[in-house]
């Protein structure tokens, strides 16, 4: 079975039971039994790591909305590996064109470059629009 979604379209994450995973996300829950509670957290960090790349300001356990595992100590886990990462460089505009790219592959809108080159201020003489989701 192939599936795929954004990130960006993660409600929520849960793992009452050691083996098992549970995403939630607008078309439903997808439930996947791992062969460990090491293997289940390696998802879930990674899951962290790539919403941590998208919006760099906001922590992953927000991003997420929901993070139910149990038993809680293994999120205190996740979290110090978060903390730990390096942040990517952001360049100029804090990864605005990053994050903006990642917004519209989420809601299957085409990336204008203009839109990044605006923000970016590499065409100065539009520096005065401003942008809203």
Not at 1 to 21: A, C, H, M, R
């Amino acid at each position: 079975v192939e599936q795929s979604f954004s990130y960006l379209d993660i409600q929520g994450i849960s793992s009452n039971k050691p083996t098992q995973l549970i995403l939630e996300h607008e078309r439903g829950p997808w439930s996947l039994r791992l062969g460990s509670v090491e293997e289940v957290d390696e998802v879930i960090t990674q899951i962290g790591s790539c919403l941590h790349r998208i919006c760099p300001a906001v922590s992953p356990v927000k991003m997420m909305r929901r993070l139910n595992l149990k038993p809680p100590e293994r999120l205190t886990a996740l979290q110090a590996v978060w903390n730990e990462q390096v942040p990517a460089d952001l360049g100029p505009c804090g990864g605005f064109s990053h994050q903006y790219l990642c917004v519209c592959d989420s809601l299957g809108l085409p990336y204008r470059e203009e839109v990044q080159w605006v923000r970016m201020g590499k065409l100065p003489f539009l520096n005065d629009i401003s942008l809203t989701f």
